[in-house]
Each structure stands twice: as C-alpha cells, then as structure tokens.
C-alpha cells in the first residue's frame, strides 16, 4: 500500500511538473511581440515591448501603435474600431507610448483618438475608450444608441489605480494619479491627484507651494 501511495505522489507531481511545463510554454510563445506574425501587423510596435498571453480581444492591428519597453497584461482587450476589418477615419487609432504597463484585465477600445503618453502605468482592470452609449430615444435600444467620439489622452507618467474608467474627451494631465474605481469624464490637470466618480482633483502641487488641496 505504501509503494503504491508513494508511486501515486511521484505520478501527481511529475503531471503537475509536466504541466507547468506546458503552460510556460504556451505563455512564452503565445505572448505577442515586434518580431513575432501578429506583432508586425501593427502600425507600431517598438522593441522590448510585449502584449502577454492570453489576451482577450485585439483587432485592426494596423490602427495601433505600441513604443518601446511597454507591457500589456494578460487578459487585455485591445481594439481600433467596432468590428475587425474595420477602416477607420484616423491613424492611429490607438497610441500607446514608451514603458508603460497596462493591467490584467483591461479594455483600450479606441474609435477615433486615444493617446497614452510614457512611463503610464495602470493598475488591473482599467476601461479606456473614446466612444460611450447614448440614451436619447426610448424606443431604440441603448446598445444601438452612440454618442459622438471624443479624442481621450493621458499624459506622460501618470498612474491609474485599479478599475479607473476612462471616458470619452476625458484629458488626463502628466504626472497625475487616479485613484482606484474613479471614472474620467473632463480634464484631470498637470500634477495632481484625482478620485471619485465623476473623478475630483483632491491634491495638486505647484512649484511655488507644494502640495496644496485646492479651494
């Protein structure tokens, strides 16, 4: 019975060795990179810069530019357009900047401007687009309803926290931190700390004060 138990166990971890394996394997080479097929179908993609395996949806590659040194989480949704195939009216679409790192789990879907300076950071599961539902007509459902297009931007070296959403027209400063589950609606100025939903600016800092909370 022991040899049997022991021989059991060897089995179990030689599976689950074997496994991680394979799964490393997958997450490797299934990651998306510059020199890689799908890589190339970009408009940009600079070097050092990786989209990690799995991801969820990524379309109309060649509206997308990534720079130099960025990662894009697992599980990222990433899109130019409503539908693949899609020829949009601008390009690019979506502009994603030098050394950033996009959370697990986040959304860019870009229809007309979205612009994502360096050194962005974002925490895990971040919504970014430029183009929201409308609620005008009752009769006709709100899926089919869109509001017009607004470019987003999010300034160099800014961070935002987990679950920020960023909407249409929003315009996120440099250097400015956004708190965790905050929604973007207007204009977050330079060096400043901003949450809630809409998103509030609570602490900025001037050269000649410091920080400061404004009035």
Same mark, same amino acid.
Request: aromatic fraction near 8%; charge should be neutral.
């Given at each position: 019975m022991e040899?049997?138990r022991?021989?059991?166990r060897?089995? !179990?971890s030689r599976?689950? $060795?074997? &496994?991680?394996?394979?799964? =490393?394997?997958?997450? &490797?080479?299934?990651?998306?990179?510059?020199?890689?097929?799908?890589?190339?179908?970009?408009?940009?993609?600079? =070097?050092?810069s990786? /989209? +990690?395996?799995p991801?969820t949806?990524i379309?109309? =590659?060649?509206?997308? =530019?990534?720079?130099r040194? #960025?990662?894009?989480g697992?599980?990222v949704?990433?899109s130019?357009g409503m539908v693949p195939?899609q020829? +949009?009216?601008t390009?690019?679409?979506?502009k994603?900047?030098?050394? +950033?790192l996009i959370g697990?789990g986040?959304g /860019?879907?870009g229809h007309?401007?979205? $612009?994502?300076?360096?050194?962005? %950071?974002?925490g895990?599961?971040?919504y970014i687009?430029d183009? !929201?539902?409308?609620y $005008? !007509?009752?009769d006709i459902? /709100?899926?089919?309803?869109?509001q017009?297009?607004?470019?987003?931007t999010?300034g160099?070296?800014? %961070?935002?926290?987990y679950? #920020?959403v960023v909407?249409?027209g929003?315009?996120i400063?440099r250097?400015v931190?956004?708190g965790?589950n905050?929604?973007?609606?207007?204009?977050l100025p330079?060096?400043?700390v901003?949450?809630g939903?809409?998103a509030?600016?609570v602490?900025?800092?001037a050269p000649d004060?410091?920080?400061?909370?404004p009035d």
């Amino acid at each position: 019975m022991e040899l049997r138990r022991d021989l059991r166990r060897w089995l !179990n971890s030689r599976s689950f $060795e074997a &496994i991680q394996s394979v799964t =490393e394997w997958v997450r &490797i080479h299934g990651s998306i990179g510059p020199d890689t097929s799908r890589g190339r179908q970009f408009a940009a993609f600079g =070097e050092g810069s990786i /989209i +990690c395996h799995p991801f969820t949806t990524i379309f109309n =590659e060649q509206y997308i =530019e990534i720079g130099r040194d #960025t990662m894009i989480g697992p599980h990222v949704a990433l899109s130019a357009g409503m539908v693949p195939g899609q020829s +949009c009216v601008t390009s690019p679409v979506v502009k994603i900047g030098d050394r +950033c790192l996009i959370g697990r789990g986040s959304g /860019i879907v870009g229809h007309l401007a979205i $612009e994502i300076g360096n050194d962005v %950071w974002t925490g895990h599961h971040v919504y970014i687009t430029d183009q !929201n539902h409308g609620y $005008e !007509n009752v009769d006709i459902p /709100i899926s089919l309803q869109t509001q017009p297009e607004l470019p987003v931007t999010i300034g160099d070296g800014s %961070w935002l926290g987990y679950g #920020t959403v960023v909407l249409p027209g929003a315009r996120i400063g440099r250097h400015v931190a956004v708190g965790a589950n905050s929604v973007v609606t207007g204009e977050l100025p330079d060096f400043s700390v901003a949450v809630g939903a809409p998103a509030r600016v609570v602490k900025r800092f001037a050269p000649d004060r410091g920080w400061y909370r404004p009035d």
